[in-house]
């Protein structure tokens, strides 16, 4: 990885952090979550970064991807586990990270445990191990602490534009035979359940997030116009369907739901947690060099 590419990872992880910060201390209870997004969302502009996907809130069971709708009513619910899961890029290059926060007493020891096992993933990382220690550490430290990692949730490298590149990192002990390399730069993101709990997502309804699938041509000039804003502005990063319906209005969303139905792009389920337990969730991205590894979203 060049200096220059290294500082843009960077880049956008100090803006990150600074938004986290931000949206920790702006989040409460009964506010509207549009509002909570938008605000976010603006925050990481006025910082000079851009998305790197929509601002993700997901509550209780909804372990991740959910985004509000252009008009939604939805509320901050404070007797659950609230997750704000951002990203940022500069000039492609990501960031990526999460918070939990609860104004329950109850739920409290699994946001301070979610947090906690992230940490100490991190601290035994280093060019050559394979992914699967890491999975080994976070299922260990859950367990003995009365807890467990949602296990078919995974951290995931990171690649220019691309959110998802190549690389899983489990969660749970694996015979995963990847290894952290010099050069990558990964999403780290252990899911906690109370240990009582089936540990396990399934597909929800779908979550207002989609993502560009095809440049193919198309002929109608409503598609092809607002296909080809999506590649101008986020190539293959997900987008938010209020972000088409601030620049087309109805008609955009019109004919967001025609290219959903083409095969175009395709729209991200939410993620359940399939007993109905709690999710807690804390996420940062660490950039892997031969002999330190930085957590850009920390910086």
């Given at each position: ?6 500082e ?6 100090r ?11 702006t ?11 938008e ?7 006025d910082?000079?970064?851009?998305p ?13 991807h ?58 035994v990382?280093?060019?050559?191990l ?10 260990g ?11 078919n949730?995974?951290?995931h ?8 590149s190549?690389l ?10 990847g ?9 780290l993101?252990p ?11 399934v ?15 198309l ?14 502005n986020?190539?293959?990063l ?11 209005g ?12 083409r ?26 060099d ?10």
């Amino acid at each position: 990885m060049s200096p220059l590419e290294e500082e843009k990872y960077m880049t956008a992880g100090r803006i990150l952090s600074r938004v986290l910060s931000f949206a920790g201390d702006t989040v409460d209870d009964g506010m509207k979550i549009l509002d909570l997004c938008e605000t976010i969302e603006e925050k990481i502009k006025d910082l000079g970064g851009l998305p790197a996907f929509p601002c993700n809130i997901s509550q209780g069971r909804l372990a991740a991807h959910y985004t509000p709708s252009p008009n939604d009513n939805g509320f901050i619910d404070g007797r659950s586990i609230v997750k704000i899961d951002v990203g940022v890029h500069t000039d492609g290059y990501i960031a990526d990270a999460a918070i939990s926060i609860t104004w329950n007493q109850a739920l409290e020891s699994l946001v301070e445990a979610a947090q906690e096992v992230l940490m100490l993933g991190i601290s035994v990382i280093k060019h050559g191990l394979r992914v699967s220690e890491f999975g080994y550490v976070v299922e260990g430290y859950a367990k003995a602490h009365g807890f467990k990692p949602v296990g078919n949730l995974a951290g995931h490298q990171l690649g220019k534009y691309v959110l998802h590149s190549g690389l899983s990192v489990p969660n749970v002990a694996t015979a995963s035979p990847g290894t952290f390399k010099a050069g990558g730069v990964y999403a780290l993101e252990p899911f906690l359940v109370p240990g009582h709990a089936a540990g396990r997502v399934v597909d929800g309804p779908p979550s207002n997030i989609f993502r560009l699938r095809s440049r193919r041509f198309l002929k109608d000039p409503a598609s092809r116009k607002v296909s080809e804003w999506i590649w101008d502005n986020f190539r293959s990063l997900p987008f938010a369907s209020r972000w088409v319906y601030k620049e087309f209005g109805d008609g955009g969303m019109e004919t967001l739901r025609a290219l959903k139905s083409r095969g175009v792009v395709s729209e991200y389920p939410m993620l359940l947690e399939v007993s109905g337990a709690q999710v807690a969730q804390f996420e940062h991205t660490v950039l892997v060099d031969k002999d330190k590894v930085l957590v850009t979203t920390m910086s």
